[in-house]
């Protein structure tokens, strides 16, 4: 399983979905698609099943940025360090 990226537009934010496995170059390619983002966000990590350390400081660096993660599975969390998303 690899990764999958969706980006959902509305009025007020995008909702960007990550799913699969968050590893080596899906690192980069959800960087590249977070650079593309202007105004508020909501990371959906529902599907993401696994991420490698790269991947976790990468969902970190975005949430620094101001992103709002929904759906994080306890593990996820866990490895986000932040048991409450």
Known sequence: M???????????????????RLCDLAVQQMKDTFDQIEGPCVIDLSSLVFADNDG???????????????????????????VSV
């Open 2 to 20: 690899g990764i999958r990226i969706d980006c959902h537009y509305n009025s007020s934010q995008t909702v960007i979905t990550i799913a699969g």
């Open 56 to 82: 976790i400081d990468a969902i970190r660096a975005i949430i620094a940025k101001g992103a709002q993660v929904h759906g994080a599975s306890p593990f996820i969390a866990l490895l986000l360090d932040d």
